[in-house]
């Protein structure tokens, strides 16, 4: 067994084999700050399109096990299921098991808990290899950051591809995360509101708080609607429901019930599109086709701020000057609206 040094381990494209015997994600290693050298790659008894692609067989298959699928992050892992539930809409037959790292942040895993009972089960890392049988189908997505083309290709159709399955085959409307409306979640409130997420999962992706009340002053005057979202803002008609969102559940439904969206997170764009939420939404390091190519409704704004191009994340004062700038030179007057979004004037 070919083993990996610390780094190496780390950074794998893939999911990680114990000498024990035992699979593990990589991120799992790296939260604990454990010594990840003498682990090996997951052997090639599991379907890793990274190493080689495939076609997978679902129509002769009834359980498929999927190995530290898919990601960390609920932005990631509501692309993720939607790629399975793309699967699960052809071969309505099968069930699967989606092994999971323990050390994910809890309202990532509640999302697959809110997920499961439309999919079959969520199970945490480490588990035995020999615990997954020989006879069924075993598909690796594991430590997909570090896969090449998942910072190349639009997401949906990166973990289309990681299944064994040609992205082009699948119908746009299978690629705009619908299985959330069969999610059951709590009704926040009665009286419509707009909503501003602008907070994204590092500082560099994030609209700066010095503009929020510009952009809460452009959906009053435009919508009509009072703007509720996550955080202060200094504006009359705005409402910070943060304390009100103690879970996934809570972040769900706000999003669901919105009659439409400003965000920089693409989290919330990607819940948006899955109750057909008008949105705007804003990119810095991401190019905006490789997250909202797919979603009808919404309007996506590339801030034109091509030397942050690619960065995961980032809190570096000079980034953070340069997304400021960018930001403040913005005519938030003419900002585009959710499409549909004046319906509400």
Not at 90 to 105: G, S
Not at 236 to 247: E, K, N, Q, V
Request: net charge negative; glycine share 6%; aromatic share 10%.
């Amino acid at each position: 067994m070919t083993t990996l040094d610390d780094v190496h381990a780390l950074t794998h494209a893939g999911s990680l084999l114990s000498r024990d015997g035992e699979i593990v994600a990589p991120y799992d290693l790296e939260v604990l700050h454990a010594d990840a050298s003498g682990f090996a790659p997951l052997d090639d008894g599991i379907f890793n399109a990274g190493r080689a692609p495939f076609d997978a067989h679902y129509a002769l298959a009834r359980r498929v096990h999927l190995v530290n699928a898919f990601g960390v992050t609920l932005g990631d892992s509501i692309i993720g299921l939607s790629a399975l539930f793309a699967v699960k809409r052809r071969h309505p037959h099968l069930a699967f098991t989606v092994y999971r790292p323990a050390r994910a942040p809890r309202y990532v895993q509640r999302l697959y808990e809110l997920a499961a009972p439309l999919f079959g089960e969520s199970v945490d890392l480490p588990v035995p290899r020999a615990s997954l049988p020989d006879d069924e189908l075993k598909i690796d997505i594991g430590n997909q950051l570090f896969w090449p083309r998942f910072a190349s290709m639009p997401m949906i159709d990166f973990f289309l591809w990681a299944l064994g399955v040609a992205p082009a085959s699948v119908a746009d409307a299978d690629k705009r995360n619908r299985w959330l409306a069969d999610v059951a979640l709590p009704q926040p409130a009665r009286a419509p509101y707009a909503l501003l997420c602008p907070d994204a999962s590092t500082p560099v992706r994030s609209i700066p708080a010095s503009v929020r009340a510009d952009i809460v002053a452009r959906l009053t005057n435009e919508t009509g609607l009072d703007v509720y979202g996550f955080g202060a803002v200094d504006h009359p008609r705005y409402r910070d429901i943060a304390p009100l969102c103690a879970d996934t559940d809570d972040f769900l439904a706000w999003i669901k019930h919105a009659r439409c969206l400003v965000t920089a997170d693409t989290a919330a764009l990607h819940v948006a599109a899955g109750f057909d939420v008008p949105t705007t939404a804003f990119f810095t390091t991401i190019p905006a086709p490789l997250r909202a190519r797919d979603y009808a409704n919404c309007v996506a704004i590339d801030m034109g701020l091509p030397h942050l191009r690619g960065i995961h994340a980032s809190a570096r004062a000079a980034d953070l000057d340069a997304l400021e700038r960018a930001y403040r030179a913005y005519d938030w007057r003419a900002m585009p609206l959710p499409r549909g979004a004046s319906h509400f004037v």
